[in-house]
């Protein structure tokens, strides 16, 4: 949708399971992984290559892919291979200070999408990243500039929001001693000194349903999970994040349109859209009636239902785009 409004974008791809590539790119991992080459990195992994394994070469930017029918949407593939650099990072994050064989793998990563992201002059570029708490995530989200939680209306997110309040802090703690390293700051990637802002939260994957001609709301079950986010979110996750100064002055969040009290986006099941948009590898909201092949009231409800998301992603990339101008 930021790509729609005019803002070039690049996509990147740090989940090892790489479902972001396939879904966006077409893959359908029934053949050779076609985003591999002996001749330029093409993916996430090979591009970090000479860092992690000692190469007597510098980064180059990744060759990145247009995404088909979007123009300004570019995507850096992800690698299953990524996982193995996990252990090799944790140990680098905790010994670079005192290694001087290790100080180039922490800023590389950062590093690495800075310049790809520089060879298509994206003004915007979003990580995916696993659903984890690993060496990776913790290089990825302490040198990123802001950051979204995604989550589901159930038990496990509320608990992992209790996590989240006590990580994250935990990790800019680590990233502003890490920036003090004088081996970190004249390493081929220097560590960059960073604050990730917190844009805030978006709830997706659940149930609605319509009562007495009122607007559709989750039903009742998720409700109860709706209630125990919020309240985790607003009296564990932003103070913690807020002690810590990984939030944006108050007066940004009104002025864009993403309150704090609120969630950033609210995104129900997609139900059958989503087996239409996946075969076609366009989002939901691109989803227009020839691509929708049922017929009547069904196909009805299918092209409003795709409309309604459109809206939803589309202020969603707007309060994006006003958020960032707070984001240094």
Known sequence: MLAEQ??????VDCDPQCNMTGLVLEYDHSDEYQFESKIAPMNIRDGLAPAFEARPVLLAPVKTQPVVGCPNLYVLPGHVGLAEYESQLSIAHELSGSLAALQNIPGAARWLIDLTARSINAEFTIVDMSPSLGAINQNIWATSD???IPMAPDYFSAMALRSLSRVLPKWYAWSASASQHQSLSDSAYPWPKKTPKYLGSIVQNYRIRARDGKEAAPTKAYQR?????????????????????????????????????????EISDFNSLIAIAQGLSKPVFCLTREDI????????????????????????AKKIVKLSQYVS
């Not at 005019?6 to 996509?11: A, E, W």
């Not at 309240?231 to 704090?260: F, H, I, M």
């Not at 092949?293 to 969603?316: C, I, L, P, T």
Request: aromatic share 10%; charged share 25%.
């Open 6 to 11: 005019g803002k070039r974008v690049l996509l």
């Open 293 to 316: 092949m049922s017929s009547g009231s069904v196909a009805d409800n299918q092209v409003a239902s795709a409309k309604s998301f459109r809206k939803k992603y589309n202020d969603g």
């Open 225 to 265: 999970w709706f209630d125990e986010l919020t309240t985790t979110k607003a009296d564990t996750l932003l103070p913690e994040l807020r002690k810590a100064g990984l939030l944006l002055e108050d007066a940004a969040y009104s002025s864009s349109g993403a309150n704090l009290n609120e969630f950033f986006l």
């Open 146 to 148: 802001a950051f979204i």
